[in-house]
């Protein structure tokens, strides 16, 4: 049973209905595309089983403000309220949020749940990392209540899933437009704004994956990693990424970090940047090339679908959504890069991120195929070149899901044919020419 109250400190936190009054909130957009895109769900709300949609309620607790105008709460809540709309839900009265949750907080993720549930929520997005636990205990408390937490990997077999995706191919788009970019300045150092590095594999994969494209445009082209050890700190995040410029003169950096402050530092230097969540053209437009960013809307139109297909029984959700964890990519439209800025970007950029994007979304080639990439560009026409490149520690082979036990170097620029479960929840090495500063 829900809650009848809510416990003080939930109490006491501020709710948010449809808190989507920024301007860009449930557009779709190049970051947002609507429904019907590839990757997202082609079922309509009528059809999604539920005959009481406009009863329907949404919760969702987010890291940072629900009127950020970049960055990775706001991808979140435009996913949100762009799936809601499409279903034909409408979020100012049907979607509640309890924003500025610190994900270190577990009582305030708690209070937070408790917030949206006692005011009807029928289904509750986490977006982040640190949520796991409260999402987890809180699933059990609340068996009637459908529960989704972002970038984890905790479940149960009913009412509570996790959701992720290959952002790592991404990345590896975003490295391409980096490295082009650092050979046409003549500078081969290029920085990276890091949360976190070989402590988490998701921060791990995406250093690698980014420096890996970096370095199939500029095979000299070396990746110093500055980490904040925080998900997300704008205070931080501007401080690690002008260390990057006076430290090491990068002429590029690339980001894995909430706000857009890394652009905006590498406009105030005249230098060039890659973001990431959402497209940071607005923020940095003399500096962003482009950002590794997330479609959440097709997840989060998935989700709903599913939900509403449960008819008020959350014990299907796991079910209903085939599993419980959901981890797409590029194939189904979930990861991308933004719209590349011709303005900065190096000639031919755009030519050489088509070209490889349609060999992951073929299933010709992924990003840790073991197979490095090279490209010979002719009258703006990319013939991409495959060479062998097998990981390497201590002058042996690794073999699919042997890891290095924090290796400092790993010799070769490739990477092993890992699986998923090394990718999302073990991977621990930096490949060549990443370096930890």
């Not at 050979?183 to 420096?211: D, P, Q």
Request: glycine fraction near 10%; aromatic fraction near 8%; include cysteine.
């Amino acid at each position: 049973m829900k809650k009848l109250l809510a416990l003080a400190l939930a109490a006491a936190m501020s709710l948010s209905l449809a808190a989507c009054g920024g301007n860009n909130a449930g557009n779709a957009s190049p970051d947002n595309p609507p429904a019907g895109s590839p990757g997202a769900s082609s079922q309509s709300g009528s059809s999604a089983g539920s005959g009481d949609l406009a009863d329907f309620k949404v919760g969702a607790i987010y890291i940072n403000s629900q009127n950020d105008t970049s960055g990775y709460t706001f991808q979140h809540h435009s996913g949100i309220t762009t799936a809601m709309k499409a279903l034909g839900m409408d979020p100012a009265t049907q979607l509640l949020i309890v924003d500025g949750v610190p994900d270190t907080d577990d009582t305030a993720v708690s209070a937070a749940i408790d917030t949206v549930v006692n005011q009807g929520a029928d289904i509750v997005f986490g977006i982040s990392f640190g949520y796991i636990n409260p999402m987890e205990e809180m699933a059990a408390e609340y068996p009637d209540v459908i529960f989704s937490h972002g970038t984890g990997y905790k479940s149960n077999d009913t009412n509570f899933n996790n959701y992720f995706g290959r952002i790592y191919q991404a990345r590896y788009l975003a490295g391409i437009a980096a490295g082009m970019k650092s050979k046409e300045l003549g500078n081969n150092n290029i920085g990276y704004v890091a949360a976190y590095n070989r402590e988490y594999a998701e921060t791990c994969s995406g250093i690698n994956a980014f420096a890996l494209g970096a370095q199939s445009a500029n095979p000299d082209a070396v990746v110093y990693v500055n980490k904040i050890n925080a998900w997300g700190d704008e205070a931080l995040e501007r401080q690690a990424a002008q260390a990057l410029f006076n430290t090491y003169q990068c002429g590029v950096i690339s980001q894995h970090c909430d706000s857009a402050q890394p652009q905006m530092v590498a406009q105030e230097n005249g230098r060039f940047g890659c973001g990431y969540n959402s497209d940071m053209t607005d923020q940095a437009p003399s500096a962003h090339l482009t950002s590794a960013i997330w479609h959440w809307n097709v997840y989060y139109q998935a989700a709903l679908e599913a939900a509403l297909a449960c008819e008020g029984d959350a014990s299907k959700f796991v079910e209903k959504m085939g599993g419980p964890a959901y981890y797409a990519g590029l194939a189904e439209g979930f990861v991308d890069v933004s719209p590349l800025n011709e303005r900065t970007a190096a000639p031919d950029t755009q030519a050489v991120i088509d070209a490889v994007r349609d060999l992951i979304v073929s299933g010709e080639w992924d990003v840790f195929s073991g197979v490095k990439l090279s490209y010979n560009i002719t009258d703006g026409k990319v013939e991409i070149i495959k060479t062998d490149a097998p990981l390497m520690s201590n002058g042996e082979q690794l073999k699919d899901s042997v890891l290095v036990e924090m290796a400092p170097e790993i010799v070769p620029a490739g990477g092993p044919s890992v699986d998923d479960g090394v990718i999302k929840g073990s991977m621990n090495y930096n490949v060549a020419g990443v370096i930890e500063g």
